[in-house]
């Protein structure tokens, strides 16, 4: 017997802030590619980057996102991204999801 399921679509709305440099790095780089990497492919880095309610760093902390990317492109600068978003308030605290695939940073438009 099959049963059909109502979709359901969840709109999540969060500022994700990877910070490099400075005191408080969340975005540490644990491999550094050979001299010869074209356009620094091989970088990788690890990150625990907060998740933002507004715009501002300092607005409330709402989670974050833990995992890893690395520049995986000798051609332009694409990542390729390894993150869990886990989230520490409102009606999804304690809920995370995981993304794996490609972010070419340099892109005005992503998904």
Known sequence: MYTKRMEKM?????????????????AVRIITPPNRSVGG????????????????PGSKLVGRAQGMYALASQHDSGLLMVINF????????GSAFSILGRNPV???VRQ
């Open 106 to 108: 340099l892109d005005t």
């Open 41 to 56: 492919s091989g970088a990788t880095y690890m990150i625990e980057d907060p998740l933002t309610e507004g715009l501002e």
């Open 86 to 93: 886990s989230f520490l308030e409102g009606i999804y605290n």
């Open 10 to 26: 969840t709109h999540l709305h969060f500022y994700f802030h990877d910070i490099l440099d400075g005191k408080n790095p969340t």
